[in-house]
């Protein structure tokens, strides 16, 4: 059984760019969340894709916007990039109907300049 | 107020002592997480609970559904489990969303 896997595991962007991450979930499972963990901080919930339909936001901005495919693979893109969005983004896969028992990727740090 | 508060922030233990880690949350839940995270590293979730007692090797959760309560242990604690420790929780009556701790770093010296 595959793990959660995103990609990339590092990325370097300049303030006002657009940046596209992207996360594998677990063989069977249909729901994937995005979190966004800034330096010392708790991670923060953005948003959850459940068969391919936003399924519950956080307070982010619309900037932060997702897809999900329909091999249940996502997407979380970033437009006009802010210093305060370098943070550790994580995304984590969860069961049909079981939102609450998720399983977490490594994460992708995100450095913007 | 933050939905989820967690104590200590900060914990040094020698290796070999008995360690807990305590969250307090102010929503209705339909799970709580304890999550660990190395450093620069990703999450791994160590325990989901709804109710009553896990264990799982050295380490041992409960939560007390009635007073919103939940502890981690660490028996026999080692350096190894030096790591940031999370509780989180899955909100069921405020949109469901996940809702993080601050975090413990715990630290254990050999």
């Known amino acids: 059984e595959t793990g959660v896997t995103q990609s990339p595991t590092h990325l370097i962007k300049t303030r006002g760019q657009q940046v596209t991450l992207r996360c594998s979930s677990q063989s069977g499972h249909n729901t994937v969340s995005w979190y966004q963990q800034a330096l010392g901080q708790g991670p923060q919930f953005i948003f959850q894709y459940y068969r391919e339909e936003e399924n519950g936001r956080g307070n982010f901005p619309p900037r932060f916007s997702g897809l999900q495919f329909p091999n249940y693979s996502s997407e979380l893109n970033v437009n006009a990039l802010e210093l305060d969005d370098s943070a550790l983004y994580l995304c984590?896969?969860?069961?049909?109907?079981?939102?609450?028992?998720?399983?977490f990727g490594p994460g992708t740090r995100l450095t913007v300049t | 107020k933050n939905e989820v508060e967690q104590s200590p922030q900060n914990l040094t233990a020698q290796e070999g002592e008995f360690i807990t880690i305590n969250c307090s949350y102010s929503?209705?839940?339909?799970?709580l997480h304890w999550l660990q995270q190395h450093p620069g590293g990703g999450i791994v979730s160590l325990f989901m609970?709804?109710?009553g007692k896990k264990k799982h090797g050295r380490l041992i959760a409960t939560i007390n559904i009635q007073e919103k309560h939940s502890s981690l242990h660490i028996t026999a604690s080692h350096p190894r489990d030096s790591a940031v420790y999370i509780c989180a929780v899955w909100a069921r009556d405020t949109g469901n969303q996940f809702y993080f701790g601050t975090g413990t770093s715990l630290t254990v010296i050999p």
């Open positions: 609970l709804s109710s």
């Open positions: 929503v209705g839940i339909s799970a």
């Open positions: 984590a896969s969860s069961p049909s109907g079981r939102f609450y028992e998720q399983y």
